[in-house]
């Protein structure tokens, strides 16, 4: 157990309205070490624009990875919350990725 509370996890949660970034200590239970929200739409001059999705996702890579590199540790693993409907069917040329979506630009994701 003492292990175990040093692992290091972190959870995507992809929304609608913006995709959180959290790394957790442990799982029995989590404590929150850092969090950090990414927003779908931004505005510009007084009008919310919709973010291209690939900028979304990148800031959720680099935020993980400066968190590595910022403490010198690895994450253990990573858990990915989305909207949907994704393509879970390995082997597929599209294996992973957000699918038809109603979100607008999101269609095809990767």
Known sequence: ????AKRLYACVDGGGQSWKCIVSEG????KEVDAKRF???VEV???LTRRDPRDV???CVSWLKSFEESRGVKLSAIGIVSFGP???HEGSETFGY????PKEGWD???
Do not use: Q
């Open 98 to 101: 957000i699918t038809i979506t």
């Open 1 to 4: 157990e003492e292990m175990e």
């Open 39 to 41: 927003y779908t739409h």
């Open 27 to 30: 799982v029995h239970p989590p």
């Open 45 to 47: 001059e007084g009008v």
């Open 108 to 110: 095809m994701t990767n």
């Open 57 to 59: 996702l990148n800031d």
């Open 86 to 88: 994704l393509d879970l």
